[in-house]
């Protein structure tokens, strides 16, 4: 086992909360735990809901967060899957305080591109949950506030419109397959990406192959990516 601080490693999601401590490495150091999203997803049930999972993991010594929403120098600036009180929020004072353990925060497909990029080219990255996350890299430096969400994909609609979890309960794993498809094919034509990395927990719904450059990444991958923050690289990646 790697000697060094174990990190708490949270991903705040619009459906389930997700937690995992990890070694300075990146191992794993326990199982990976998950609570659903409270409802209304306000600060006090969100923190309440981690300090919970908190307790459940055991010892830690820092903690690293992927929110959905932007995220910057440790303020949530939107929150489009939770509650409008979060906007403005201190994410990093709240938790540290909460925790009692120093905490990181950042935008959760930005924690899940940290977890996922190699460092070479144009490494584009999406997650695929309750709403639409993305993150884009170039040479290993995230280029920031690329929210894709929100940017009309085609038909008038937004990329969440069309591929969010309401709109795959909605259409059908089919179809929404099918979008997600035409989807690649448009990201593609629009950033030339060298790899795009799909994530989030709807990414088990893919089915039929993908393109060669393009790869599914595991929850657990998205969790990992917490660690960068806490690496001396999260500077040198542009996420804080």
């Known amino acids: ?67 959905p929403g932007v995220v910057r120098r440790g303020v949530t600036l939107t929150a489009p899957n939770l509650h409008p009180t979060w906007i403005g929020v201190d994410i990093d004072r709240a938790l540290t305080k909460g925790l009692g353990r120093p905490v990181r925060a950042a935008n959760d ?68 397959n099918k979008r997600l498809r035409k989807a690649i094919a448009s990201l593609d034509t629009l950033f030339n990406y060298d790899r795009l990395y799909i994530g989030g927990g709807n990414a088990r719904k893919i089915t039929g192959s993908l393109p060669p450059q393009v790869r599914v990444v595991s929850n657990i991958e998205g969790l990992l990516g917490g660690i960068a923050l806490w690496n001396g690289k999260e500077n040198s990646y542009g996420v804080r």
């Open 1 to 67: 086992m790697a000697a060094g601080p174990r990190t708490l490693c949270v991903d705040i999601g619009g459906t389930g909360i997700k937690t995992l401590i990890v070694d300075p490495r990146g191992k794993p150091l326990t199982d990976r735990l998950r609570v659903d999203t409270p409802r209304p997803a306000t600060p006090r049930a969100v923190i309440g809901a981690i300090l919970g999972l908190a307790r459940r993991q055991g010892r830690f010594d820092r903690a690293s967060v992927g929110f």
């Open 109 to 176: 497909a930005d924690v899940q591109g940290l977890g996922a990029v190699r460092g070479r080219g144009v490494e584009l990255i999406v997650t695929l949950g309750t709403g639409f996350g993305s993150a884009l890299f170039v040479d290993g430096r995230l280029v920031p506030n690329v929210q894709l969400a929100h940017h009309t994909g085609w038909n008038a609609r937004t990329y969440e419109e069309e591929l969010g979890n309401a709109a795959l309960k909605k259409a059908g794993k089919k179809k929404w």
